[in-house]
């Protein structure tokens, strides 16, 4: 199930639950998902929701958003500790992998690409 982020506040309690958890067991992209956040913010269509993943009151690691029309779910994938841009869904088509050590030119281009 989806939650709606409603708010400014919402989206920063979503992205400290997300940095958290981060930390403990996902080093490897806990430091670009500062960037991503900024990213997602500035890119997402005007009047579009951003969504998270929720199940049992708890926010989950998959984020919806919609950029240029098109819907992207970001999703931290375990078995290669990457976060997924898939188009549509969090199985769709993938997009692009990130993690810690994705540049701010190749993040910039991708965004710029959605």
Known sequence: ???????IEMLKEYFNEVIERANHH????SKITYTLLGLIIFKKDKNS???V??????????LWVTINNTRYAFRYE????????????????????VDNTTSMDELLNTFNNL
């Open 1 to 7: 199930m989806a939650k709606i982020i409603e708010s």
């Open 26 to 29: 996902a080093p490897n992209v």
């Open 49 to 51: 929701a951003i969504e």
């Open 53 to 62: 993943r929720s199940y049992e009151g708890a926010t989950g690691n998959i």
């Open 78 to 97: 375990h078995t290669d500790d990457t976060i997924e841009i898939r188009k549509d869904t969090f199985k769709g088509e993938l997009i692009y992998k």
